[in-house]
């Protein structure tokens, strides 16, 4: 078992460091290079940011819990750590909606693009996509806080994750579930239906392009961007559906060797 947490620790520790320095070195070479001081680019370097953040936010708990075997965490980091870890996850969807968009105006109107998509533009989105991740995640530690709670406090998962905490009180979590059900309508649905849609623009775009060569060539600047939304969506919808249809199923912890998280105390 030490043997096995031990491998599991090093594993963590050097997709740790491989993420600091991939994100860091792309924010580095965009900064140096004026000429990839573009909306795309500068999406991507958002993006960046927002991997660091929420890597930055659940990393360091899983290296605790198999490194140094303590499996403990205070009520108090774990609401800081939910805020955090829902905060970046919105602001790194809603980055990719920007870059769909991105891709969208490029396509579409090549010749109008650096009009229709000036600098300015991008900080306002950047902006408006900061303030609503925020304002999205700012009611979920005061939810949680306000519950009482008197069941175990064993986390199926080793990082304090909305759902996962609500499950443990033992009193009417009615307001939780609402609120849940409306951030992932109003932002997963929304940014998902947008995207969706921005792809199918793209489509009918390059499908209109007479030479197979230019379509397969415009296409590809799209082929990174829709990578990236595989890998950031499909993980989320998964632990979504978990979450909602898998209560017959074991805890996830339980089919990891028992590296869960406890926290405690379990009240406010």
Not at 54 to 76: A, G, H
Not at 90 to 104: I, K, N, P, Q, Y
Not at 201 to 219: D, P, W
Request: net charge positive; charged share 15%.
């Amino acid at each position: 078992m030490e043997e096995k947490n031990a491998l599991m620790a090093f594993l963590l520790f050097v997709l740790c460091v491989f993420i600091l320095l991939g994100n860091s070195l792309i924010l580095f070479v965009i900064k140096i290079d004026q000429s990839l001081h573009e909306p795309m680019y500068i999406f991507l370097s958002i993006l960046a940011c927002s991997d660091l953040g929420l890597s930055m936010s659940t990393l360091p708990t899983m290296l605790q819990v198999y490194w140094s075997n303590s499996k403990e965490i205070t009520f108090s980091a774990c609401l800081a750590q939910m805020f955090f870890i829902h905060a970046f996850q919105w602001l790194e969807s809603g980055t990719l909606v920007a870059m769909a968009f991105d891709r969208v105006v490029a396509i579409r109107e090549p010749l109008r693009y650096r009009t229709l998509f000036p600098n300015t533009i991008v900080a306002k989105i950047g902006i408006t996509a900061a303030v609503r991740c925020i304002c999205v995640c700012f009611p979920a530690p005061l939810l949680i806080k306000r519950l009482r709670f008197c069941r175990s406090n064993i986390l199926s998962y080793s990082f304090c994750f909305h759902p996962d905490v609500m499950k443990l009180s033992c009193v009417d979590i009615k307001v939780n579930i609402l609120y849940g059900l409306i951030v992932m309508i109003f932002t997963l649905g929304f940014d998902v239906a947008f995207i969706l849609v921005s792809y199918i623009m793209i489509l009918k775009t390059v499908l209109g392009i007479a030479s197979h060569q230019e379509r397969l060539k415009t296409f590809s600047t799209c082929i990174s961007h829709m990578c990236a939304i595989l890998i950031f969506y499909v993980p989320i919808i998964s632990i979504c559906l978990l979450q909602r249809y898998g209560k017959h199923l074991s805890p996830p912890c339980a089919h990891a060797d028992g590296q869960c998280l406890y926290c405690g105390p379990t009240s406010p």
